[in-house]
Nanobody
Framework: QVRLVESGGGLVQAGESLRLSCVASRSTGSINAMGWYRQVPGKQRELVATFGSSGSTNYADSVKGRFTISRDNAQNSVYLQMNSLKPEDTGVYYC????????WGQGTQVTVSS
């Protein structure tokens, strides 16, 4: 089992930046697939940015060039740097890990005002 704890969400204005953090309860060095999803009311949870099993990164088209995913295995953490935020980036952001099963964090709210 893997427990995930996110932090870093908040209320910002359009154009500003936020950095989300996710700490895992086990070594992320042993986890190949991890990343970030987001969800808004009435819509399905959608991929934002992930690391794949080969170490490659995958971004939603809507965030390419603005968001950057990174990881620090020494800290058992994955991060999402979000720049040039837009109101449509508003949502609950979830940390995700696949390690012999799918695990989600509790989510952190990001609200971008226009």
């Amino acid at each position: 089992q893997v427990r995930l704890v996110e932090s870093g969400g908040g209320l910002v204005q359009a154009g500003e930046s936020l950095r989300l953090s996710c700490v895992a309860s086990r070594s992320t060095g042993s986890i190949n697939a991890m990343g970030w999803y987001r969800q808004v009311p009435g819509k399905q949870r959608e991929l934002v940015a992930t690391f794949g099993s080969s170490g490659s990164t995958n971004y939603a088209d809507s965030v390419k060039g603005r968001f950057t995913i990174s990881r620090d295995n020494a800290q058992n953490s994955v991060y999402l740097q979000m720049n040039s935020l837009k109101p449509e980036d508003t949502g609950v952001y979830y940390c995700w890990v696949y390690y012999w099963g799918t695990y989600w964090g509790q989510g952190t709210q990001v609200t971008v005002s226009s």
